[in-house]
């Protein structure tokens, strides 16, 4: 069983579209992250939910709206996508937030 | 803002060599976690310590925290090519997230 699964892995798109993507935890953790790694490897927090609540929005562009209908999940839209938004973005869940992350697979958004 | 910072960014060494990751923080904080990533993959976490002078093993890798010195260091020993991959430190500024270093990129040769 997988504990934070996320689909899809991969995303190939053009410019302007609009994707999302789904996040789903069973690990009955109360906290989810949205973290982006760019082609460098940098690690950055985009959002954070505590029950379903946003804790965190580390100044993302309003393109970017994330989604959690209940506490075990946490959707990422993104609206006008641009080259800049390639990346690989994980989704993550906590038991409570600043504590240990527990990662999924990641999914490889590509801009063309 | 809390800066995380990990030396060196980049590390090639031999089997059989020993050598040390350093990951500083530039804000007060109990707690840091490491974590792997392989090429293409998830990160894992390795080690979670929790106190000023905590100290983990597995295996080959072992990681220590000085809260005072702000400083984690994970040490290789006697590195082997299971061992290449990406390392991450993070710490939590306040309670609410956690902030991660650059990554140290290992890659360990036969």
């Known amino acids: 069983d997988t504990a934070v699964s996320q689909t899809p892995k991969y995303l190939v798109t053009q410019m302007g579209n609009d994707k999302s993507i789904k996040c789903e935890q069973n690990l009955g953790h109360d906290t989810m992250y949205w973290y982006k790694q760019d082609s460098k490897k940098f690690l950055k927090i985009m959002f954070s939910?505590?029950?379903?609540?946003?804790?965190i929005n580390e100044t993302v562009p309003n393109r970017f709206s994330p989604k959690s209908p209940d506490k075990a999940h946490l959707n990422l839209h993104i609206n006008s996508l641009e080259l800049g938004d390639s990346a690989v973005y994980f989704c993550?869940?906590?038991?409570?937030?600043?504590?240990?992350?527990?990662f999924g697979e990641g999914s490889r958004l590509t801009v063309l | 803002e809390l800066k995380v910072e990990q030396n060196p960014l980049f590390l090639s060494m031999q089997e059989g060599k020993n050598y040390t990751i350093y990951c500083n923080y530039s804000?007060?904080?109990?707690?840091l976690y490491w974590y792997r990533q392989d090429p293409g993959k998830s990160l894992e976490s390795l080690f979670v310590?929790?106190?000023?002078?905590a100290v983990k093993q597995e295996g080959r890798l072992m990681a220590s925290l000085d809260t005072k010195a702000r400083l984690s260091t994970l040490h290789i020993t006697a590195a082997v090519h299971d061992l290449s991959a990406t390392y991450f430190c993070?710490?939590?500024?306040?309670?609410?997230?956690?902030?991660f270093g650059q990554g140290t990129r290992l890659t360990i040769n036969p």
């Open positions: 993550a869940s906590s038991q409570d937030q600043g504590r240990e992350l527990f």
């Open positions: 310590l929790l106190s000023n002078g």
């Open positions: 939910y505590n029950n379903k609540e946003l804790i």
């Open positions: 993070a710490v939590p500024p306040g309670a609410q997230k956690l902030v």
């Open positions: 804000t007060t904080s109990d707690r």
